[in-house]
């Protein structure tokens, strides 16, 4: 079987979205099947129309400037016109079974466009929203115009895909809701490469001097710095949790559009001494941050995005056998099991966030516990063999109602 995803991004680029990716290609490669690879204009520009990363080639789609791009809805439809034209051409020449078009929306259109065309069938995978991405990151709010214009289009697009996968069950009856049948509808849970995170190491010595972390015990959050991740009140709640246990210190690995606010809140609330940004790190080093931390905190704040959809985050906790608090949004409860995998406190508390560390801290007790039923958790549920495999009958009913057609 030969697939063509249709993708916003990829390696190189880094995110939870392009590991999700590599993750699905390697396992629908491990099927047996054939997979392509079709990058949008927001790849950003690269060297060449075709681009060879760590064993798998992506056709990359030129960024053409217009006048138009900074307008809203407009520079989007001209992103939609350029992502049809490049998939019509690298359609006609892979001829493929499946197109497999990923979020957001604007690589759903051109795939159903061209599928169309070409008479090849279309599945559209929802990673979140589009118009609540939108919401997050500022460019528009709940309720308005844009908003109910992109909600309308995610709508149309699911109604045309002859299948639709998501990524948790949060996802999928949010589509139910706007009247889809949920037999048009197959969760591919996020899950975690079991032989790449294994157990936490011993921490470096010379990094832990390094970061100033000797004789710390290690509060930590590894990732891209956006608002939805709660980061704000997880620095709100360090004085509360310094009051109890002095020794502990704040290590924020990554970076992103919060970075300034976030050191002009610490420098605000005088904790300075306490916190440490350690910049973006290569993805080779993650796992020496990893080693550092002595628990991990996910305190994302409650909204549409973070109520939805899950994240990657606490399942690399649960394989690396760390300790880690979640914030109780709909995304975080879908995989993690309170005082049993991992710690639960209620969103947007920035009282109980610093009860939960400091309770987690001085219960020595049940830490075995949570490590080993966490590793369990990843190795026999959510790992990405058992994920993949909800794609195969799907691509093998579609492609056998195409060939009778």
Known sequence: MRILHVLDHSIPLHSGYTFRTVSLLREQRALGWETFHLTSPKQG????????????????????????????????????????????EVADGVRPDVIHAHSPVLNAVPAIRVGRELG???????????????????TTREGSLRYRLTRALETWAIRKADHVFTICEGLRADIARRGIDPAKVTVVPNAVDTETFQASQPPDAALKRTHGLEGKVVLGFIGSFYAYEGLD???????????????????????GPEEGRLREQVARLKLDAHVRFAGRVPHKDVNRYYDLIDVLAYPRHSMRLTELVTPLKPLEAMAQQKLFVASS???????VEHMKTGVLFEADNKDALARAVLDLLARPDIWPNLKANGRTFVETVRNWKNSVANYKPVFERITRSEARA
């Open 45 to 88: 520009r690269t060297e060449a129309d075709l681009q060879s990363v760590d064993g798998l080639d992506f056709f990359r789609t030129p960024m053409v400037p217009g006048a138009t791009d900074a307008w809203p809805l407009l520079g989007q439809l001209r992103l939609i016109a350029q992502m049809t034209r490049r998939l019509r």
């Open 120 to 138: 090849i069938p279309v599945v559209y995978e929802i990673r979140a929203f589009w118009e609540d991405a939108a919401v997050d990151h500022g």
């Open 233 to 255: 009140l997880l620095i709100e709640s360090l004085p509360t949790i310094l009051e109890s246990n002095p020794a502990v210190a704040l290590l924020l690995v990554g970076g």
């Open 329 to 335: 949004v709909g995304g975080h409860r879908e995989l």
